[in-house]
């Protein structure tokens, strides 16, 4: 795989010069034409210990526009980092719409890093690898642009230039906290380079292999690379075809074909006004106990309200949150997005807000509302809604895997009932303001939103992260059954026994 | 001072329950229309131990709308918290325009904790309080609403409770990581208490005495001083007078008397291009070593550079830059602010850009255009402008107190060598782009922009943090003259010399 880049490619001092102010205009001016047509560009710069991948990125600093351009590097994690899902410290750097990030390493470093030392063996590798494809695919399929750089040295030119650096006491090699790859490590280092490369070198998100052991060579190619992949971009965007196509069955058209996991819902369940109080009680005393034990064994937990409007969710946050120290949780409601957050993936305003280790989120709506308003009122298009549920499966698989506590409820009522609390709210004159003609027009698309909720839990009721569907029509029901399974899925994640 | 508190004020059942509702109605009123019309709300909630602090709250966010309210306890600094200047941390908690935040301790906690357990004494912790008003003025003169709650119990209340918190194993007093007072400390703790609420007790941000030992007189009391605090700052808004007025002298008509700081710098100094390339590779080199050192030793930099269009910042940014690990900086080129960004105080956009220990942040403009541009152009009121001096040095000394090493550079150049270079501009196709209308018209207001020039180094070049005014007519010149300064300050605070 790496024959390629071992072949003695130079530039003379006068052809690199001469090439120069062309590049530098060009690169320029699609910078420039990246941002207005807001382009996130993502360059990844990794390979070899000793291929000067410092020294390239700081050439494309002098040659483009720097302050569009965020470099980073992933040295050591900030703890504030290691108490959230392994992915957090990555969202947190992408870059926004028109932005350039260049970043070293990125996620393939740790990736690398743990094979090497053996903490993974290839089968973990590939599994983390598959991660990686899928990640850079959401990105790609959002509109961000991937140019991943591989600085490769042939074995005689490398062994030389690291033993050069290691005697330098200036130079970065001995000053970075990374950890060089040894010298005698480095066939392995290659073995396991080539497989990272194969399983992640896309059409989407290629890899392209840079001879470095001429410095001109390698960074004049770097530049045109980099100008030839976003001028290509460019000029290619608003031609592109969407693939997607709808995967729910089509139905036959009588009701009795109709029926959704929603009618499964037994919307007569209602709890006495006594056995209420009784019970409301002792699940808010036992989740205050669990939110503390889960504070002090550092396990993080998000909880997702979805449901029809009146279904009843702010009543029911409202009992949830009385049971826990208010300096344990945050509630986020869901409202339209900032600019800075509509200038990332749609995802990344709800990664921003993951709870660090022993705090609970709720998410008053979420993520789950590019699949149900953003989809029914058109604001996403088909190839985005459809996606999204892979990327929320994939975004909530992370929860899990980091050990937090995930529960989503859907709090579901009858359009009999949704009508009666309507008509009653607006009688109320503190709860005037919580209905609109917004509400109404939902109204009206009730079996839109119907189908689209069903094919919401169909396709997100995983095995690690299932729903629960509320029968909400009792509000006593719901609020009581709400905090019973929080308590139980932190029971069950702290490892105690829930009656 | 806190005899009003133990008067034995008390709220029975009925009487509780009667005021309620009324009290809910008009809160939640409040709080849609402090939302509506922009106003961010501090709540601090801060007193004895055993008070039931944590119980208010949660009642608060049972009576509000929680979905607009946040609250923060500051128990653990993060790492990333540890290394910025200590203030950080509450700036990134600071409610937006419309949301409210309530903040268990503030920045009253550690003050408190550190005077207690011996770590500062009185003149120390009065410096601190200083701080600490000047603080909380500059957010109530930028519109926050600070409501500031001492909750209080008589001794015997207070012994009687601790005790019997110290034996239940549920209680949030065993949970939480608070050091809470030890009994005994208690008399020292209200000596300083009161010191503290003294110091800090302003017309524009009070504190409220709640007698604690009833909890339905505290719960009401806390909901009504609320909802009159921000009734009555709604009711008067629009209002409010501007005491501010130039504190710049009225100068003489004769042109003598106009002389700024910029017109002792010498425009005629200039470096032949052997004697540059000489000294730009010389400080560059010095500068590669110095940033890796600082890197090690946990000091971080920022590099302020303000200066005329067309001054040059652009280009000694890059010869800069290129001297430094692009691992190791950002450059932050400040455009408009985002609509995140302009729901807060204006500081707050440079605030949440903070290097880390070790990092470098060079500001391509910078909080300066409060006192320039925004002032020229009256994008910000006098009273604004006006009162940005003061917050930009105690900002500045925050950031110098951290260990933060901090440069700023004015790039002055003649009327005449920037239309020399704006014509230039027009002519060079890939530097068109870098000439806008904009330029042109603020040429026109040169001597307006002079006099803001002048008054801002005047008033912003402290003892720790000096303006450096960069003759610039000669680039050569400027860029070494940058560097070297750069090398010169990072040199002193490592404890080098420099020649």
Chains 1, 2 share one sequence.
Not at 162 to 169: Q, R, S
Not at 340 to 363: C, K, M, N, S
């Amino acid at each position: 795989m790496f024959e390629g880049a071992e072949l003695g490619r130079k530039v003379s001092k006068e052809d690199f010069k001469a090439e120069i102010p062309e590049l530098r205009t060009r690169l320029l001016a699609a910078q420039r034409r990246a941002r207005a047509a807001g382009l996130p560009v993502v360059v990844v710069v990794a390979g070899v210990d000793g291929a000067g991948k410092g020294e390239v990125v700081n050439r494309l600093n002098a040659w483009l526009d720097t302050r569009g351009v965020q470099v980073h590097a992933f040295w050591d994690a900030t703890d504030e980092e290691c108490q959230r899902p392994c992915w957090w410290r990555f969202w947190r750097r992408l870059p926004k719409r028109g932005g350039i990030a260049v970043l070293f390493g990125a996620w393939y470093g740790e990736a690398m890093r743990e094979r090497l030392d053996g903490k993974t063996d290839d089968a973990a590798l590939d599994a983390e690898l598959a991660r990686i494809g899928n990640f850079e695919r959401m990105l790609t399929e959002d509109g961000a642009l991937f140019i991943k750089f591989w600085f490769h040295l042939p074995a005689e030119e490398q062994s030389r230039r690291l033993k050069t650096l290691a005697k330098d006491p200036k130079s970065r090699w001995r000053m970075a906290p990374d950890t060089p790859v040894e010298i005698g490590e480095y066939p392995e280092f290659l073995r396991v380079a080539e497989r990272v490369i194969r399983e992640t070198d896309s059409g989407q998100s290629p890899w392209y292999f840079i001879e470095s052991t001429d410095r001109r060579y390698r960074d004049l190619t770097v530049g045109r690379t980099l100008l030839a992949a976003i001028e290509e971009r460019l000029e290619r965007d608003g031609a592109e075809i969407d693939h997607s196509y709808s995967h729910a069955p089509h139905l036959p058209e009588a009701e009795s074909a109709q029926v959704t996991v929603l009618d499964h819902v037994d919307l007569a369940r209602a709890l006495e006004k006594q056995e209420y109080k009784h019970r409301l009680e002792h699940y808010q005393d036992r989740l205050r106990e669990l939110t503390w034990r889960a504070y002090r064994e550092k396990r993080s937990c998000v909880l997702v309200f979805e449901g029809w409007d009146a279904g009843g969710k702010g009543g029911t946050i409202r009992r949830l949150m009385s049971a826990i120290d208010a300096r344990l949780y945050r509630v986020l409601p869901v409202a339209a997005p900032t600019d800075e957050e509509r200038a990332h993936h749609y995802l990344w305003r709800f990664w921003r807000q993951i709870p660090r280790d022993g705090r609970v989120t709720v998410f008053d709506r979420s993520w789950y509302g590019r699949v149900l308003v953003e989809r029914v009122e058109g604001f996403a298009s088909d190839a985005e809604w459809r996606r999204a549920y892979q990327e929320i499966n994939e975004f909530e698989q992370q929860l899990v895997d980091h050990g937090t506590v995930l529960a989503k409820f859907w709090l579901h009522i009858s359009p009999e009932e949704q009508l009666a609390r309507f008509k009653a709210r607006e009688e109320t004159a503190y709860k005037r303001h919580k209905i609109t003609a917004e509400d109404w027009r939902n109204r009206e698309k009730w079996d839109t939103y119907k189908a689209a909720v069903n094919e919401m839990v169909v396709r997100t009721s995983t095995e690690f992260s299932e729903w629960t569907l509320v029968p909400a029509n009792d509000k006593r029901y719901a609020r009581v059954d709400v905090i019973r399974t929080v308590c139980e899925r932190l029971a069950a994640a702290l490892g105690e026994d829930e009656d």
